[in-house]
């Protein structure tokens, strides 16, 4: 990887997993440490980009020299993302973002009672941040995501690449241990809004993500 490859570009990075409150003691989330949006964020800096990195909730430690900001839920991270992206070159969504979120949240904490043996938690959808940002694209901004799938990888990862709008997916198998969600190795497919697929190793994540660097600059290059 060249290390200038990408100066003077915005980069916007967006990492973890949104905690969704319930009451002031619960919340609703998922497996994702951050570890792979960081290690994205990582390999921007190295090749020079100016890196912002907006993390819900992250399991580890930021890296240094970026600019960091840390969200919990989804509506924290969508404002965040959009004011970020105003100025950005390029996003990548590596966050696990959560579809719903508790319709309300109590102010006090929930308790148990005597007859109630079950308990109906009412969920709404939160907004997806990717297809809202991409009615603010203008030409010329990536926009990448990530597909965390168990199953049908490709396909679906396909059908996000049209809804969404986006440049690049990245997609991710969470089915298998040893990859994906809070391990420290992963296995992804690249797969372009054109068509093109380009599949990786099982390799560390900081090689994963120096794999899609090297990608999005030849991209930048090229436009
Ligand atoms: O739809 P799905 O969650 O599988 O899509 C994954 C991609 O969409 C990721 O890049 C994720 O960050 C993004 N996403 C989003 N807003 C949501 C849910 C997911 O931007 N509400």
Known sequence: ?????????????????????????RYLT???????????????????ANVTLIAANPLITPPSGVNFIRVET??????????AFVHADILV????VADY???????????????NQT???????????????????????LVIGFAAETN????????????KNLDMIVANDVSQSGIGFNADNNQVTFLFAAGKQIKTNVE????????????????????
């Not at 989804?74 to 004011?83: G, P, S, T, Y």
């Not at 994540?205 to 436009?223: F, P, R, S, Y």
Request: glycine residues 8%.
């Open 74 to 83: 989804a509506a924290e991270l969508l404002a965040e993302v959009k004011q």
């Open 152 to 163: 049908d990888l490709i396909s679906n990862a396909t059908k996000k690449i049209q809804s």
């Open 1 to 25: 990887l060249k290390g200038g490859s990408l100066a003077g570009k915005s980069v916007v990075v967006t990492a973890g997993g949104t905690r969704e409150p319930l009451d002031p003691v």
């Open 93 to 96: 969504m590596a966050a696990a």
């Open 119 to 141: 308990m109906t938690l009412e969920l709404v959808r939160n907004p997806d941040i990717l297809k809202e940002i991409a009615t603010i694209k203008h030409p010329g901004q």
């Open 101 to 115: 979120r508790p319709a309300k949240v109590a102010n006090k904490k929930i308790k148990k009672t005597a007859d």
């Open 30 to 48: 998922n497996h994702s440490s951050g570890k792979m949006g960081f290690a994205v964020a990582n390999a921007f800096k190295n090749a020079g």
């Open 204 to 223: 560390s994540k900081a090689k994963v993500a120096d794999q899609l660097i090297n990608i999005i600059a030849t991209q930048m290059q090229n436009q």
